[in-house]
């Protein structure tokens, strides 16, 4: 879990935040915490896409949960963002192709792999054996753990600034919105 605050010292912050009240700053924030977990999801998905993985294979693995943290005395708005790491079947990620030790797919190689003959139920699907011997045998899969692990820690870097960004341009609107009913 990545633990960011928002910087109200921030001079820039700190002028915005000055004429408002502590439930439009709460607004603004909850809002600013919200849009960067859709943000973060974003290029999650995008570095993972970079690895070969098409997005429609993995966007269900992503689930954003609003959570209001209770730990310690300063806790604000949160916001939990899971990712589902269990391995893909390669024959979904694409058509699996005769090697000479196997298959490949994309660029995944997988010796020793099968595909059912054509009258099968399981045409199409790719199997591996798991031991020298004619079975047993298990569909044959990718592991996303580490490739999720590395996405993230590329884009966990860049959420703080992408937070201070957001609630910069929330703090605005809540300031354009007070402004509108002073008129």
């Given amino acids: 879990m990545i633990d960011i ?3 109200f010292d921030d001079a820039s912050l700190k002028a915005l935040a000055s004429g ?7 607004r603004a924030a909850k809002r600013a915490v919200r849009k960067t977990a859709l943000w973060t999801r974003t290029h999650l998905l995008r ?4 690895s070969g993985i098409r997005r429609k ?5 992503v689930r954003i949960y609003d959570k209001q943290w209770r730990e310690g005395s300063d806790g604000g708005p949160a916001v939990k ?11 979904e990620l694409g058509k699996p192709i005769k090697t000479a030790r196997g298959y490949r797919v994309k ?3 997988f010796e020793a792999a099968f595909t059912p003959s ?3 139920r399981y045409n199409g699907k790719l199997y591996q054996r798991t031991s020298k011997a004619r079975l047993p045998i298990k569909r044959a899969k990718v592991e996303v753990d580490l490739m999720a692990n590395t996405a993230f820690s590329s884009v ?3 959420i703080p600034g992408r937070l201070q960004t957001l609630m910069q341009q929330e703090l605005n609107y809540e300031l354009h919105k007070l402004a509108g009913r002073a008129r």
């Fill in 156 to 158: 966990s870097g860049l």
């Fill in 118 to 120: 054509k009258n099968s």
């Fill in 20 to 26: 408002l009240s502590i439930h439009a700053l709460e």
């Fill in 57 to 61: 294979m993995i966007v269900h693995r």
């Fill in 81 to 91: 963002i899971w990712f589902g790491i269990s391995a893909l079947n390669a024959d």
């Fill in 47 to 50: 570095e993972l896409k970079d």
């Fill in 5 to 7: 605050k928002i910087d």
């Fill in 107 to 109: 660029s995944w190689h």
